[in-house]
């Protein structure tokens, strides 16, 4: 099977994107300990893919209300 490589542009944006993540968790994980201070590790690995979903829909929501503003009184 031929794999294509990507293009530098998409494996920056990967990395971007990867690096990004690794930031909210590390947010994530701070907000996490002060709310269950005696909690586990594996505890908030368990909800972290959760948190994640939550905050990638909240994003998207927000994204799709400033697009809508921008689109008002256009017309399409």
């Known amino acids: 099977m031929d794999k294509t490589k990507s293009s530098p542009e998409v494996s920056d ?3 971007l994107i990867n690096e990004m993540i690794a930031y909210w968790k590390t947010i994530a994980w701070r ?3 002060e709310i269950y201070p005696f909690s586990e590790p594996e505890e908030f690995e368990q909800r972290w ?14 994204t799709a209300k400033a697009l809508r503003r ?7």
């Open 13 to 15: 944006l990967n990395a």
């Open 31 to 33: 907000i996490f300990k």
């Open 49 to 62: 893919p959760q948190t994640l979903d939550t905050f990638f829909l909240m994003e998207t929501v927000s």
């Open 70 to 76: 921008v689109s008002k009184g256009r017309d399409n």
